[in-house]
Structures are given as C-alpha cells and as structure tokens.
C-alpha cells in the first residue's frame, strides 16, 4: 500500500550541482505534480502532467525540468541548483474519483549550499 | 479566479477542549474543498474533502467541516483535541471546472497544551 513514493528524502547540494528527485504512484493516476513548500507560503505548483507523454509549467517552473517517464513515474531535475530552490518538495498523483482527491508523498528535503 | 484564506496561522488549545480552525474560500462555481494534515517532517495527509454532497462532512480522527456557502467558508472542527493533533493544517479549494489546479492556503499550526 505505498501511494506516492519519492526519492531521497534528504539531499544536501552545492550550488551548480544538478540533481533529480525521483517519484512513482502505484494508484494508476493519471495526473502527476511537483510542489514546493516554503515556510508561510502554502503548497506552490512546479509542473503538472495530465497524463503520460504530457508537462505544463505550474507557478514556479524556473530552474526545473520534468519528465513524465511513463504513467506510475514523473521526476523533477535540477539542472543547475541554486540556494533559492533550497525547499521542501513533493510529488502528488490525482485520483479521478468524486472530488479529484490528490494524494502526496512524504517529501523531499532539499538544501543548496 | 478561486482562493483562499486561511484565517488563523497559529491556534493553541488545552488537551480535551474544542478545536476550530478558519478557512475562508472565493470561487466563481460549487468548488471541491479539502483539509490536509501535516505531521513534523511528513508529507499532506487528507481529513477530510467536500464534493457539492452533505454540507457537513466527517472526516479521520474525529475531524468534521461544514460547507456553508452563504458565509463562503469551511472550517474544520474537533470536539475534543487530543496531543497527536498537533500539526500544521491546510485548506485547499479546487481549481475551476475542467483544470487541474488546486489552491492551497498557508496553513494554520495547531498547538495542543497538556
């Protein structure tokens, strides 16, 4: 019964490194998301995809890539970190029941140093 | 547009005393609305979701919240707080028909004093 599973769950970078935060559901969603959660700011949108095959920016995409490698997994690249990304992420995947639920993983921690 | 506005950013009550928690939400439709939870260094765990059924809807750990839609709110209530409720908590509101978002607010931490 795992849900959502994300990979690690803490990580420690130097500015500059590039590195991806791994995530895969075992619900059979279709749609998949990244978050980032910084302090007094709520939940906010990195990428979205709708189904396999398919990315769209959310509120904050620069400096992410994503990719939706097939329908149980959909990972986030940094390509060059910055200490600005240094935050809380998580992935989500969305049932298609009544009410749209979203269901998260238990988080990645994220530093850049 | 939707948002929503969570009205408290801390609340502390006693252990055994009642717990309330504000949201307030704006939406151009009947939107969906949920309450997350979040335990220390955990990820969203949900409570509890509204889906235009029942107006009061019951969730886990003896959470409920009453869609009222005169008053565009959702709170969340418990009766009786018990130390393990201390967390933070999140109101989020569903994006407009169709899309795919959700709005979240920026959540209200619960103290529990013994």
């Known amino acids: 019964n795992a849900g959502v599973t994300q990979t690690p769950k803490f990580q420690v970078l130097k500015t500059g490194q590039s590195m991806t935060l791994q995530c895969a559901q075992d619900?059979?969603?279709?749609?998949m998301y990244w978050y980032r959660q910084d302090p007094g700011m709520g939940l906010r949108l990195i990428y979205y995809?709708?189904?396999?095959?398919?990315?769209d920016k959310g509120e904050v995409p620069n400096g992410y890539n994503v990719s939706r490698l097939n329908k149980r997994e959909f990972s986030l690249r940094l390509e060059s970190a910055a200490p600005s990304q240094t935050s809380v992420y998580f992935c989500?995947?969305?049932?298609?029941?009544?009410?749209?639920?979203?269901?998260f993983g238990e988080g990645s921690w994220l530093t850049v140093v | 547009a939707q948002s929503v506005t969570q009205l408290d950013s801390h609340v502390s009550v006693s252990e055994g005393t009642p717990v309330l928690l504000r949201c307030n939400y704006s939406?151009?439709?009947?939107?969906?609305l949920f309450w997350y939870v979040q335990h220390p260094n955990k990820g969203l765990q949900l409570l509890l979701k509204?889906?235009?059924?029942?107006?009061l809807v019951k969730g886990i750990n003896g959470f409920e919240a009453e869609f009222k839609k005169s008053e565009t709110s959702f709170h969340l209530t418990k009766p009786s707080a018990h130390m393990s409720d201390a967390a933070e908590y999140f109101c989020?509101?569903?994006?407009?028909?169709?899309?795919?978002?959700?709005?979240f607010g920026t959540g209200t931490r619960l103290k529990v004093l013994a």
């Open positions: 989500a995947s969305r049932s298609t029941g009544s009410g749209n639920t979203i269901y």
């Open positions: 619900m059979n969603h279709n749609s």
């Open positions: 995809s709708a189904s396999e095959g398919t990315t």
């Open positions: 939406s151009s439709y009947s939107p969906s």
């Open positions: 509204y889906t235009s059924a029942a107006t």
């Open positions: 989020v509101v569903s994006g407009d028909s169709g899309t795919y978002k959700y709005i």
